[in-house]
T-cell receptor, first 113, second 112 residues
């Protein structure tokens, strides 16, 4: 069935460095959502991308949806300690004959002391 | 505004005991409701979803079950817990299938 692969699993950065996480789907997604989960917390919606090639920005966060609607990325410029957490992508596609939200495994952002 | 509640916040249960986790949504009607489980340091596994009262779809065969006795109430149950049932259980709601998922605060379950 359709899968959404998310890499890397972990990323350690110094505060002030950039961070990027990537999601790749085996087939076309109708849209993709990004969520952030702080340590000990629950996932919180960040953004949804719908159009092919779409790019959206939220302050230091830049979200992209690929031209083929099979991949997406989240880039954080100049990370801060408040960025710590796990970032999940989730795309709408066909899984086991059902049209549903398919979650990536998440990328954990760790800020080195 | 809409809010989603889950209880209890934490739970420690012995193997073989029953389980009942509750999720309620306020401020909206006819939401789609979801139960997820998250193992420590892992991603989200969809367990059940419901598009209406009494309508439950199961994603993963296991010893858990779900029920939706009221429009804004979603319950996760088990008759006999296994060690592997330990994890962080999250309830979520959406207005429609492709819209934003809003998560509750979660229940941390430890089965000993």
């Amino acid at each position: 069935g359709q899968q959404v692969m998310q890499i890397p699993q972990y990323q350690h950065v110094q505060e002030g460095e950039d961070f990027t996480t990537y999601c790749n789907s085996s087939t076309t997604l109708s849209n993709i959502q990004w969520y952030k989960q702080r340590p000990g917390g629950h996932p919180v919606f960040l953004i949804q991308l719908v159009k092919s090639g779409e790019v959206k920005k939220q302050k230091r966060l830049t979200f992209q949806f690929g031209e083929a609607k099979k991949n997406s990325s989240l880039h954080i410029t100049a990370t801060q300690t408040t960025d710590v957490g796990t970032y999940f992508c989730a795309g709408f596609g066909i899984l086991d004959s059902n049209y549903q939200l398919i979650w990536g495994a998440g990328t954990k952002l760790i800020i080195k002391p | 505004s809409q809010t989603i509640h889950q209880w209890p916040a934490t739970l420690v249960q012995p193997v073989g005991s029953p389980l009942s986790l509750e999720c309620t949504v306020e401020g909206t009607s006819n939401p789609n409701l979801y139960w997820y489980r998250q193992a420590a340091g892992r991603g989200l596994q969809l367990l059940f979803y419901s598009v209406g009262i009494g309508q439950i779809s199961s994603e993963v065969p296991q010893n858990l079950s779900a029920s939706r006795p009221q429009d804004r109430q979603f319950i996760l149950s088990s008759k006999k817990l296994l060690l592997s049932d330990s994890g962080f259980y999250l309830c979520a709601w959406t207005r429609a299938v492709q819209e934003t998922q809003y998560f509750g605060p979660g229940t941390r379950l430890l089965v000993l």
